[in-house]
């Protein structure tokens, strides 16, 4: 099967990566740029197309992204630091980005007479990502059904949609991923800080995993204060 994956660079979308170029015909990697607070995490994804010997395209949808405000992913707003399941967390929610987003990458597989699109969409961001959650992967499919009816059948791939970030962890290992080069942390400096949603999810995945975190964070700790009280069953 002919697959294009979805890959910011983080830890998720590049085990997806490793994932479906062991088990299936990995034709590319691709990327948005939508105004995001950095773009530490394109260059892990290029570096990831590299690694795999596949092309790695960068959509620029940045004039969309623009008019996406309200978001500390995007405009000057200081990202929380906490626990993803935390409602402060709700500020790093880009209106309908996985739509858009999807929504070119079908349009691209269609062109490009790919079987699939992969996104490593998991069941941690199910609290406050809207569009994450299963409901709207089988709504998306639909509504692609009928956009590409009798010109093309592409099929979106979300193996994680239903799994724990530990889950995404133990499966990246399997398929050897190198967890050293991928970048999660929302703040973009010249380490992971360990204290975002983000940071704090990864420290925890390793944790649960069993699996070494080769990550360098400034604060490795805050996450065991930061997860008390949560577990990974309620993210």
């Known amino acids: 099967m002919k697959t294009i994956v979805i890959c910011s660079g983080g830890l998720d979308s590049v085990s997806l990566a490793h994932r479906v170029a062991g088990e299936q015909q990995l034709i590319g990697l691709l990327s948005f740029d939508y105004g995001q607070r950095h773009r530490k995490e394109l260059d892990y994804a290029a570096a990831c197309a590299i690694r795999l010997g596949v092309p790695h395209q960068i959509i620029d949808i940045r004039p969309i992204g623009s008019h996406l405000t309200g978001s500390a992913l995007t405009d000057d707003i200081d990202v929380p630091d906490g626990h993803y399941a935390e409602e402060t967390m709700k500020a790093t929610v880009v209106p309908n980005r996985n739509a858009i ?43 692609q059904d009928a956009a590409l009816d009798g010109y093309a059948s592409v099929r979106l791939q979300a193996p994680y949609v239903n799994a724990t970030k530990a889950d995404i962890v133990t499966d990246g290992a399997k398929h050897r991923t190198p967890f050293k080069e991928t970048w999660s942390c929302y703040k973009g400096g010249a380490r992971h800080c360990g204290r975002c949603g983000t940071c704090v999810e990864r420290r925890e995945a390793f944790d649960l995993a069993g699996v070494e975190d080769p990550t360098d964070y400034e604060d490795a700790d805050f996450w065991k204060s930061a997860t008390s009280g949560f577990s990974a069953t309620e993210v």
């Open 101 to 143: 987003m999807l929504a070119i990458a079908f349009g691209l597989a269609a062109a490009q007479k790919a079987d699939a699109v992969a996104v490593a969409v998991h069941g941690g961001d199910h609290f406050i990502y809207p569009d994450c959650r299963p409901g709207f992967i089988d709504a998306f499919q639909a509504m």
